[in-house]
């Protein structure tokens, strides 16, 4: 059972370039989500879906994209990367306490 | 909209001793409360969660927190601690109702155990 899986894990990206982070789960959960993390800032939620075809904004959803055509994966989308999106970026499943992939450690130069 | 305030940036504490993270929130609604540990270079993993019940949650690696709605807080405590604790802390809220997959997050609290 590998829970939530992310790749790849380290990426790096000229400004401008687009790119998919992908993530899938094996738990059947209806409920993900992808977060972004800062140093200082904690999680930020920016984009989440409760169910395949269905998606929607979170906290920071600007300069990313999503779709859920599966419950099994949710890749986030990244249109012309920026220097603002360095971050390390996780998937979340499940609701009520979700379960995290182990990163993407993206940056942009 | 809901606010978590993590009080500590830093705690270093010796091995051994006892060790309490503190964390207020700030919700209009009834809450779940979620904190979830990080290790060096790895993902988040949930060490214990309060969704309704008894106020005193016990959680993973001997962890345990109290649930205090008074004080909107829900500190983090462990009685001896071990240099394997050495991680980031990070403590979380979620709305009890529909929306309880989507987390807002404290900015973290770093725990270093000294030997």
């Known amino acids: 059972n590998a829970g939530v899986t992310q790749t790849p894990k380290f990426q790096v990206l000229k400004t401008g370039q687009s790119m998919t982070l992908q993530c899938a789960q094996d738990?059947?959960?209806?409920?993900m989500s992808w977060y972004r993390q800062d140093p200082g800032m904690g999680l930020r939620l920016i984009h989440y879906?409760?169910?395949?075809?269905?998606?929607d904004q979170g906290e920071v959803p600007n300069g990313y994209n999503v779709s859920r055509s599966t419950t099994e994966d949710f890749p986030l989308r990244l249109l012309s990367a920026a220097p603002s999106q360095t971050s390390v970026y996780f998937c979340?499943?499940?609701?009520?306490?979700?379960?995290f992939g182990s990163g993407t450690r993206l940056t942009v130069v | 909209a809901q606010s978590v305030t993590q009080l500590d940036s830093q705690v270093p504490v010796f091995e051994e001793a006892p060790v309490e993270l503190r964390c207020n929130y700030s919700s209009s609604v009834s809450v779940y409360l979620f904190w979830y540990v990080q290790y060096p270079n790895q993902g988040l993993q949930l060490l214990l969660k309060y969704l309704s019940g008894s106020t005193l949650v016990k959680g993973i690696n001997g962890f345990e927190a109290e649930f205090n709605k008074s004080q909107t807080s829900f500190h983090l405590r462990k009685p001896s601690v071990h240099i394997s604790d050495t991680a980031e802390y990070f403590c979380?809220?979620?709305?009890?109702?529909?929306?309880?997959?989507?987390?807002?997050f404290g900015k973290g609290t770093l725990l270093t155990v000294n030997p």
């Open positions: 738990m059947n959960h209806e409920y």
């Open positions: 979340a499943s499940g609701d009520a306490g979700p379960t």
């Open positions: 879906s409760v169910g395949a075809g269905i998606t």
């Open positions: 979380a809220v979620s709305d009890s109702g529909g929306s309880n997959y989507k987390l807002t």
